[in-house]
């Protein structure tokens, strides 16, 4: 709606939505980072890249190519749930398991046969367009009060 992206109140509750959002992802990658440090993350066979993103690779038995298409997939993450069981319980433990979205790839070669399972945080309220909105507007409306207080001084 037009009113949310003209009324400063609703600009600035998106303001503090998004930096609090900010907040608690610089939280969760501190987390990831002393786990990773502590070679927790290591213990369980998982991998992290420099965006705290954690990786999981779980191989599948190609026996299980043999099934038809639609049944192989549910077979497939059938398996899959049975096995990353033990990461949730690591990712609940550790207090950061509401804070993710777990994201997949299939992946299948001559040399492997699984799934590239991919830990992230979930951004529920950060929008990068509201944050640059809501920043340009409350700073275009900081210059305009000071170019009007510099005209009457």
């Known amino acids: 709606m037009i009113l ?3 009324t400063p109140i609703k600009i600035y509750k998106s ?3 998004n930096l ?3 907040a608690m992802c610089a939280k969760y990658k501190k987390i990831v980072h002393e786990l990773n440090k502590e070679g927790k993350l290591e213990e369980l066979g998982l991998s992290m890249d420099r965006d705290a993103n954690i990786y999981i690779g779980i191989n599948l038995n190609p026996e299980l190519l043999l099934y038809s ?3 192989q997939t549910s077979v497939e993450l059938k398996l899959i749930g049975e096995k990353i ?3 949730t319980d690591f990712l609940t433990k550790e207090g950061i398991l509401d804070s993710v979205i777990m994201n997949y790839d299939r992946v ?3 040399e492997y046969y699984g799934y590239v399972l991919q830990i992230t945080y979930n951004f ?3 929008r990068r367009f509201d944050l640059i909105y809501a920043i340009s507007y409350f700073s275009t409306i900081l ?3 000071s170019a009007l207080v510099a005209l009457i001084v």
């Open 4 to 6: 949310d992206y003209i």
């Open 15 to 17: 303001l503090v939505d």
């Open 20 to 22: 609090d959002d900010l």
């Open 69 to 71: 298409d639609t049944s």
């Open 85 to 87: 069981k033990k990461y």
């Open 108 to 110: 299948h070669t001559e």
């Open 124 to 126: 529920k309220k950060y």
């Open 143 to 145: 210059l305009i009060i």
